[in-house]
């Protein structure tokens, strides 16, 4: 059985985003039915919609940055309650029983998480996201919002928020830590307030001048024009870890000159090949690294989530009615946005 919602789908990869009928199933003894409030638009968003990746299937219904209020729970639900503010992010299944999944990180689920839209889930059916009025998602993926954490500039935290967060997490920034961040984009912000939060020394790098007193506005302590020669000099040597923000290939090898011994870069922005091709002498020159990192688990987004309330970490965004986002993704495309868009989904 299933349920009528409406939705903004995307039903090819030229043409606009447009209004849809959408199916959910009908809320099960494990199930969250969440009415949709906020919905956060993510580059992933614009990338799956126009089939950059090659693997769209249409119609697709994205938006995976996704905070509502509960108006439904299964009859098995025991973490949450009707009228609760909860989320959802990238995913809403895994196989909960490889050694990923036990260790708390379903997005490196061995036989495949399953994403929140653009996948197929557990029925057999297509996922779609959140920009619509409904979703139902089974409990364990339903995370709770905090008292104190604003609603509608939370969503983008589902993606943008612990994408930066988690690396960060992983090798426990804290006082007496330097960190880079490159590219003071919808990720970079957050990687920088974060790391600033968490008591570390930070460096913004950015290839645009005029960023530099937003970069100090956001609580950077130096930021580095890595254009200029000079500065990146100035700065070899000096960093314990770099989050990399930037989705385009770009040349790594100044910013790995900006690592101490055992240092580490962390790419959370690039997908693909890395060009030019990194010089790997860099690397052995001091025990660097060079590694990866995408989204978190469940329990960790929930811990990012709560740091948030608890250290008033928000995101900037731009809040944008649901007609507004084929705009919305003309604008994405050239970097016009500060820094995330949501969706007041109110107006759908």
């Known amino acids: 059985m299933t349920t009528t919602v409406k939705s903004y789908a995307a039903f090819d990869p030229e043409s606009s985003l447009g209004a849809w009928d959408l199916e959910r199933r009908v809320t099960e003894p494990k199930d969250v039915a969440i009415e949709i409030r906020y919905c956060g638009v993510c580059h992933s968003d614009l990338h799956s919609a126009k089939n950059h990746w090659g693997s769209t299937h249409y119609p697709l219904v994205p938006g995976h940055e996704i905070v509502g209020?509960?108006?439904?729970?299964?009859?098995?639900?025991?973490?949450?309650?009707?009228?609760?503010?909860?989320?959802?992010?990238?995913?809403?299944?895994?196989c909960g029983q490889c050694g990923s999944c036990h260790e708390g990180e379903e997005q490196y689920c061995e036989r495949g998480s399953i994403g929140t839209y653009g996948a197929v889930g557990r029925d057999g059916k297509p996922t779609q996201g959140g920009y619509s009025q409904k979703i139902v998602v089974v409990e364990d993926f339903v995370l709770r919002v905090p008292e104190g954490l604003d609603p509608a500039s939370a969503a983008p935290l589902l993606c943008a928020g612990i994408t930066s967060y988690s690396p960060l997490?992983?090798?426990?920034?804290?006082?007496?830590?330097?960190?880079?961040?490159?590219g003071l984009g919808g990720l970079g912000h957050m990687a920088l307030k974060f790391a600033v939060a968490m008591g570390a020394e930070v460096t913004m790098f950015t290839t645009s001048e005029s960023k530099r007193e937003e970069a100090a506005r956001l609580g950077a302590h130096h930021v580095v024009l890595s254009t200029e020669r000079a500065e990146m000099?100035?700065?070899?040597?000096?960093?314990?870890?770099?989050?990399?923000?930037?989705?385009?290939?770009?040349?790594?090898?100044?910013?790995?000159?900006?690592?101490?011994?055992?240092?580490?870069?962390?790419?959370?922005?690039?997908?693909?090949l890395q060009e030019p091709p990194l010089n790997n002498g860099l690397l052995m020159m001091g025990r660097k690294a060079v590694s990866g990192s995408a989204i978190g688990g469940i329990a960790e987004t929930q811990q990012m989530l709560d740091f948030c309330a608890e250290s008033g970490v928000t995101c900037e965004v731009e809040m944008i009615a649901m007609d507004y986002i084929n705009e919305a993704y003309e604008r994405l495309e050239k970097n016009d946005v500060h820094y995330r868009f949501v969706i007041d989904m109110a107006t759908l």
Do not use: Q
């Open 69 to 94: 209020v509960v108006s439904e729970v299964g009859s098995d639900v025991t973490k949450h309650k009707v009228g609760d503010w909860v989320a959802v992010g990238c995913l809403v299944d895994s």
């Open 169 to 182: 997490n992983f090798h426990k920034v804290g006082p007496g830590m330097k960190v880079g961040v490159i």
């Open 233 to 272: 000099k100035a700065t070899f040597n000096t960093l314990d870890l770099i989050v990399d923000t930037v989705p385009v290939p770009h040349d790594l090898g100044g910013y790995i000159r900006c690592l101490r011994r055992n240092g580490n870069l962390v790419m959370t922005g690039p997908i693909g």
